[in-house]
Every structure is written in C-alpha cells, then in structure tokens.
C-alpha cells in the first residue's frame, strides 16, 4: 500500500519567514495530493491540494509543488503570521470513480514566533 | 463549512462496550469515508462507502464496521471496545463536481475508559 513520509515533525519560524514542510510517497499510481491544517481540537482542513497533471499550484500565500519523478510533494507558505501555527498534515491517494482513501503523513507541527 | 456532520461530538465509553458514531453528508456525496485519528498521529483510513457498499478498507478488524444509507448519511460501528479506540473519529465525504475534492467533518471524540 501507500507510504507517505513526512518531514519536519516540529518547525519553528519567525513570523514573516517562509516555511516548508516536505513529502514523500511510494506509490507512483497516486494522483491527488492534499494538505490539510489542524487546529487544536479541530478537524483537519484542507487548503490547498494537487493533481499529478500539474507541477506547482498557488493560492495566496500558500503554495504546492509536485515532482512525480522523485515521488515528492512540498508544502510553502510565504510571509509567515501567528495564524498559520498549527499541524499540518500532506497525503496522498490514488483517486477513481468511487475510490478516494487517503494516506496521510504523521504531520508537522508549525509554530510561527511573533 | 463542509457540509459534512458528525454526532456525537464526544463521548465516553467503558471497554468491552460498543459504539455507534454518526455522519450526514450533502446530497451528491455518494461516497463516504471514516478515519481514525490517534493524538499526536495522522488520520489512519478505516473504510470507505461508495452507494452504499463497502468499497477499500484499511487495516482495522473487523470489529469495526459501517453502514451507507440511501440519504447519504453514514454509521460507523466498533464492538468490544478497546482502550486503544481512544480517537478522534472523523467522517469525510467528497463533493460531486468539484474535482473530488475530499473534506472532513468535525469529528467524534470518543474516551474508551
């Protein structure tokens, strides 16, 4: 099955730095990327998620890149604030008609310093 | 707001006890996941209904189980609890016409004591 590796468990920024959290999978049949930030207490939410037919995808200050030859996908938030600190959590599925199960990463806890 | 709720919110049960958690998706949502979320882990994939059959399942016994109703609305079952069913429960559903795209309810906290 699907192995998704995550990395870093923990990072720390200063606010207004950029941070990246990094992604790995096994599987080269998958094709839907997410990432998904947790709140304490709260469900995961998704914002911002890719597909294997594009490279890179920007929402904001929220970016994604994909590079299917090396099996990894890359978290980047630009211009850091408070707000952004939480757990975030990539995954990775193989999506069909009627089949979407995810494997997600263990997460990385970020804390964005004031 | 995703259109995907879950009850209860929390709950608290004795081992050995059993357990039914609940998920009511938007019309349109034909295909219905449960995960488990341990503390301090990721969302591990339980199961998954599609028109109202089971369709993939994780690596969980066959204590747990579920249902898929003609509504859309879900259930997720666990016998003999165990102390290691301590979790957020969480209901994800995917939204016709929007690439699939897969968002989670708020999730079920359930205390096995």
């Known amino acids: 099955g699907e192995n998704v590796e995550q990395h870093p468990s923990t990072l720390s920024v200063q606010e207004g730095d950029s941070a990246v959290i990094k992604c790995t999978y096994s599987d080269s049949a998958s094709n839907y990327f997410p990432w998904y930030k947790q709140e304490l207490g709260k469900r995961p939410q998704l914002i911002i998620d890719?597909?294997?037919?594009?490279g890179e995808k920007k929402d904001q200050r929220i970016a994604v890149t994909l590079n299917k030859t090396a099996k990894h996908f890359s978290l980047h938030i630009t211009e850091t604030q408070p707000e952004d600190s939480a757990v975030y959590f990539c995954a990775a599925s193989i999506q069909r008609a009627g089949s979407y199960q995810l494997t997600f990463g263990k997460g990385t806890k970020l804390s964005v310093i004031p | 707001e995703t259109g995907v709720t879950q009850s209860p919110t929390h709950l608290i049960k004795t081992r050995g006890q059993q357990v039914t958690l609940r998920c009511s998706s938007q019309s349109g949502h034909n295909t219905v996941s449960w995960y488990q979320q341990a503390l301090g882990q990721g969302p591990q994939f339980i199961f998954q209904y599609y028109r109202e059959e089971e369709n993939g399942r994780g690596n969980f016994p066959p204590r747990f189980s579920g249902l898929q109703f003609p509504n859309y609305s879900s259930e997720l079952n666990v016998n003999a609890l165990e102390l290691d069913d301590s979790a957020l429960y969480l209901c994800?559903?995917?939204?016709?016409?929007?690439?699939?795209?897969?968002?989670f309810g708020e999730g079920s906290w359930l205390t096995v004591v």
């Open positions: 890719i597909r294997s037919n594009v």
């Open positions: 994800a559903s995917s939204l016709k016409g929007s690439g699939n795209t897969i968002y």
